[in-house]
């Protein structure tokens, strides 16, 4: 089976110093977007072929039936979705959810990063350099946002295509520890409402546990 690493490598260069921010794999598709603009300067392929490992191995893993999880980093815990399965991010101290093969193709990766402005201006920034990372990569809708939880966050949704696969790619951002907000970047096939309703409930069940930057 072969796995897609996502059109956000290079946007999370530019918007975290050099690294990345939201490198979102959609199983069973090719690497896609991210090499075929390579003239833009794609991330190091040490590091995609690292993400791309790490998917391939939770996908071939058995289901987890612990559906409360902690993030690798400690700082905040989710409720794991029926059919998904979590393994650890290659590039950060944070988790990635995979779904199941027998579930379909999908992913949901934690990234985080500096705070540069409000979730507003940070939204605005990836509004911008969503596009530049893949062809046909066009803005659904920008918006902000109270989870249930209470908390503000910025939600920006894209469809794109990734070889011969169209997807919806949604991305929020929310405070984090002090200084740095959190990026959860949820990609599933482009239709797959179930999914996308999935990525959301997963963001409202995220709770941290240390003090939030106020943004």
């Not at 391939?56 to 987890?64: L, R, V």
């Not at 939880?149 to 929020?172: D, P, W």
Request: glycine share 6%; aromatic share 6%.
């Amino acid at each position: 089976m072969t796995s897609f690493t996502s059109p956000n490598l290079r946007l999370i260069s530019s918007l975290i110093r050099s690294s990345l921010v939201a490198m979102v794999g959609l199983a069973t598709l090719s690497v896609g977007c991210a090499e075929a603009k390579n003239k833009q300067g794609a991330a190091p392929k040490d590091n995609r072929n690292a993400l791309q490992n790490q998917i391939d191995k939770t996908n071939a893993q058995s289901d987890k039936h612990d559906l409360y999880q902690t993030d690798y980093s400690k700082n905040f815990s989710y409720i794991l979705p029926p059919g998904w399965q979590v393994t650890q991010n290659p590039m950060y101290p944070h988790d990635i959810l995979v779904k199941q093969q027998s579930e379909g193709k999908g992913n949901i990766v934690l990234a985080d990063q500096q705070a540069k402005g409000s979730l507003s201006k940070m939204s605005a920034e990836m509004v911008d350099e969503l596009p530049k990372q893949c062809d046909e990569f066009k803005l659904v809708s920008n918006e902000m946002l109270k989870l249930p939880s209470g908390v503000n966050c910025a939600r920006l949704m894209h469809t794109g295509k990734l070889g011969e696969s169209e997807i919806c790619q949604v991305n929020y951002l929310m405070p984090y520890t002090r200084g740095r907000i959190l990026v959860i970047t949820g990609t599933v096939i482009k239709g797959d409402s179930e999914g996308l309703n999935t990525v959301e409930k997963f963001t409202a069940s995220v709770t941290m546990k240390k003090k939030k930057l106020s943004l």
